[in-house]
């Protein structure tokens, strides 16, 4: 009995913690978490998915084609929507103050693709890496 319990505790314990319904769901594996899924269209929560060739686009509201086995590809999908996702709360309304001093930054942003910028926040970051590995 304990162990049902356990595997239930560890499987949907972060549920009973939550105080809303999420604002969105991102998906690795769609085969894997095919309940999740499901439960998010009937509750309406958008879903942003990797697809891979083996996966199945049904429900998915912004589908990412790419590899959902390797360990890199996991990596790099993650790390970029964590990156994303501190964009978007640094650019908030609320910090004024900081898109004043970023305004000639952005301006010189405006005129490189979105591959090159992403390119570039790649390259510092890696950069910055490998200088501490070397320290």
Do not use: H
Request: contains cysteine; neutral net charge.
């Amino acid at each position: 009995m304990s162990v049902k319990k356990d595997k239930l505790q560890r499987s949907l314990g972060g549920i009973a913690e939550m105080k809303k319904v999420p604002d969105l769901l991102f998906v690795i594996d769609t085969n894997y978490e095919s309940l999740a899924i499901a439960e998010s269209a009937k509750l309406g929560i958008p879903i942003i998915a990797i697809l891979d060739s083996n996966s199945n686009p049904d429900n998915i509201d912004y589908p990412i084609p790419g590899n959902d086995d390797a360990r890199r590809a996991i990596d790099l999908y993650c790390n970029l929507i964590k990156e994303t996702i501190k964009s978007a709360k640094s650019s908030s309304p609320a910090q004024d103050s900081t898109k004043e001093k970023s305004s000639d930054v952005k301006d010189q942003d405006k005129t490189k693709t979105i591959q090159e910028l992403d390119r570039e926040k790649l390259e510092k970051k890696f950069s910055k890496e490998d200088k501490e590995k070397l320290n």
